[in-house]
């Protein structure tokens, strides 16, 4: 059956595959005629709603072209009725439509309860806002739909609160409390919404949670409305209840009113946010001391932007070694203003976004990498398909900023803590040229950035874009900090309590607002100043209330009221009572679907007022309540849980969550969290006593660390080469024989691509001695055989070896270099056939490795089939089918950041150019490469580099060039293009000199069976 959703999406599906790509002109045709059931249209009122600005002849002929389109792809059903050159649509067999579903049920639930019946009202109310999975075709701004989303989003909005009711009545509370969250995610700007959640609460007997919805309701009015919940609102939980003096402040002055004595930042904020929206966004850091007033100032910049009708999402780093990678993008992407972009992306970029939010989008959590061929063993392959994964997952993310169609403010606090892989993923976003309308405002600690290597990365790549903008954050002035105390205390200061306030608060707003709370008369103003205050206010809190703080404190960044509750040991009246004195004293403020500190130092203070025994006891307590409260998911905090138990000293069972939380970083790319993870299981193993136990366990993590070292630091790092030397140790040691020819095909690429040859092809035989009847093993030894092999100049040999991993291997498999084997081969044989005189072998084996990488998304197969299909061109002479072939494979390469082979398109492409350019960018990717230590082929390479100087004259530079080159061959064993580079050498020689080069250049040509170069030499002799 066809399925048309146009609510929370805009998809035509058969059988869950979507018939056209998002946007369909046709789709959108068909939407509007459904959501005008009944209605003949005439076609001139079509073409002209739709193209508006067209010719009116134009028009309709756009209108007959997707007309035609439609019943291409409607497949028979017949839905659309035409009589008298107008058009509508009628219910059909064969299509179901949501919205249509939705009205159905939404009429018979309002016919049910005018019986009433409540049962049924509820059953096809129910049924109806199943059907509302988001509002009316997010994402289009076509003229006519508007008024469509706002009246469905009304009816449904309607219908919510009166099933709230219904199931309320019943004694059904979890019911109505489903129902109460969908109504707020629906409106949430609505305070009745709250009220029905608060109520679907308080008939469970969940008064906390009841709570945390009343504080919820009044931080959102506040700002973004700047108003306080009614009094029928605060009447729920008593009458007493009113929002506590100073949690506006916290946040400047609410809604539309700037921060106290901040008209100077205020003004450049402006500016700042009115250059985003002319289209010239960037990265804005806030910089200055803890409690100076930064992120009040970013709120401010908040509120600005969304009365400009932009998106506004809010994220803060936390400092905590348990702290999840991406957590900040996570919590962006997870505001109100994405959930319809989310819905609409194309399915590939959809299962990205899918590892980073799965709960937003459940359907794609499948078949997350790329398809077919079996599973890696663990620790091998993936690892290069992850590195170009990574920028992939990072365009996903991207997009869905992008795709809003709005300017767009990002705010982020306490840059100075910010995950390596949230500020790379900032780098690639303001770097890739979708933040024209983004800014993303960051407060920072003065001198955080020195303390962070991610961070100094971030603001040194941004500031050379021109990208960045940065302001300092003072203190107030003396008169702003009375005005301030003064709002407070709701009486101006004198200009003697006001220069005593300003001397003992130094004006930072932090410690004023602190001040103007805590004490009635400025004349008690300590003189010591006010850090010591917190820690005093901590202590006059009631004891529950100081336990919860603390409580917050130990777990280091947002924490639910379920963990509250499971790890706080507190009667829920108790907890009530504690959160609400907390919140009233703007220390702990809603945050999600829990609490968070109205600063860090209010945290600090809180964690350093517990004795070290208190602290054990919380970390201890928290870890347990973590690990029963997510026992289905405990991938989701198994860093946080891994934190919370080595702090409660209980390192057993930190060492499995260790694990979880690296194989959890290394699902979304986190290549440096994941490492850091595994680095620490390692470290609480080492502890283990010496045996089998521990040297498996030890295996286990070193196999999972080689991934993600590969892809963040290269196959030829030392790092990663010295893990594999261990994890070839441990096999050993253990009888793995897997394992062991696993590791040795590793060492063998690292070892290769450093250019050291006559070792990667001892392992590389090792490996195919161990590899048994494994079809997987032997095809990964014989292809590392026949690379070697060639290598060193024994070019059928090669042949060999390359035609048996093609016989033997499973297609599809990832080789430990993260391409697909049968390509790889296929590309890299090419060039063993030319060497043997085969040209037109090699040309076939190019060609076959183009076509099969150019069949699905293999963005790093197909570059590594390029790079080998250039290099033969190279190779041949041929620099019409070259060009192509550079051209694609550098536009690959830098799209993906692809590395290594993106050299060779680099050199290639600086050799096809000649000139000084050309040698410049042939020396840039020779440059490159030797940093990295990939030194395979470099003679190759340098040879190119030396062409290019004796084209240009410079004779001089192209024998030194030379030189290197017959060093480099030599010490490494890499001469399968040492004939050729003695060849070019003997041309700048003379006599006797000349003739020796060449004879011996002959003597290695003819020992190799080289073919090709022979004819080069003797195409020499004969001019």
Known sequence: MLQLNLLGEQRLTLLGVDLVAGGSRAVELLAYLVLHPGIRVPRPVLAGTFWPDTPERQAMTNLRRELHNLRQLLEGVDCLAASNGAIGWIPAPGLRVDVQVFAAEREAALLAASEPDLREFLAHAQLALDEYRGDLMPGNYSDWVPAARERIRTECTALCDETVAAWTALGEGRHALAVAGQRIAIQPLEEAGYRGLIRAHLALGDRAAALHAFHRCTAVLERELGVAPSAETRNLLGPSRTPAAGVADALGRGAGHPPIGRAREMAVLRQCWEETRAGRGGLLVLSGAPGVG????????????????????????????????????????????????????????????????????????????????????????????????????????ATTVESTGRPTLFVLDDLQWCDADTAAWLAFLLGSGRAANLLVAATLRAGGENGAAAVAGLLQGARSAGLLREMGVAPLEAAASGELAGHIRGRALDEAETRLLQAATGGYPLYVLEAARAFPEAESFPEAGFSPLLGRRMQRLSPQAR????LAAAFGHDISLDLLSEAGDLETGELVDAIDELWGLGILLPAGSGYGFGHNLLRAAAYEGATPAKRWLLHRRLAQGLELLHAGNLDAVASTLAEQYTLGSSPERALPFHLRAGADAARVFANSAALKSYGQALGLIS??????????????????????????????????????????????????REVLADSLIGIFAGRYVQGRIGPSYKIARQALELAGDDPDLLGQAHFAVAGAAQGLGRAAEAIGHFARCSEIGRPGYSYILGTRLEIHARGWASHAHWLVGDDARATELADEALSMSGQGELPYTRAVALAYAALLQQLRGDTAALEPLTTELLALCRRYDLAYYGQWGEILQGRLAGGPEGTAQIRAGIAVLRAHDALARMPYWLSLLAENLAAEGDRKGACAVLDAALATAEQHSDVWWLPEVLRLRAGHARGPERRGMLDRARALAEGQGSTALLRRLEMDANA
């Open 294 to 397: 930064k992120t009040h100032l970013a709120a401010a910049l908040g509120d600005l932007a969304r009365a400009t009708g932009a998106v506004v999402a809010q994220a803060r780093c936390v400092d905590a070694s348990g702290r999840i990678p991406l957590a900040p993008v996570a919590v962006w992407l997870r505001s109100r203003d994405f959930a319809p972009v989310l819905a609409t992306l194309p399915a590939p970029l959809r299962r990205e976004a899918a590892r980073l939010l799965p709960e937003v989008l459940p359907d794609l959590l499948t078949d997350l990498l790329e398809p077919a061929g079996p599973a890696p063993r663990a620790g091998s392959g993936r690892a290069m398909v992850d590195a170009w994964q990574r920028f992939r997952f990072f365009e996903a993310l």
């Open 547 to 550: 336990h919860v703080a603390e």
């Open 687 to 736: 502890t283990q006593p010496a045996g089998r136990a521990r040297d498996t366990a030890e295996l286990s993590v070193r196999r999972s660390m080689s991934p993600p070292q590969t892809a963040l630091l290269g196959y030829s790092s030392a790092e990663l080469l010295g893990n594999l030397e261990r994890i070839r140790e441990l096999a050993l040691a253990l009888g793995q």
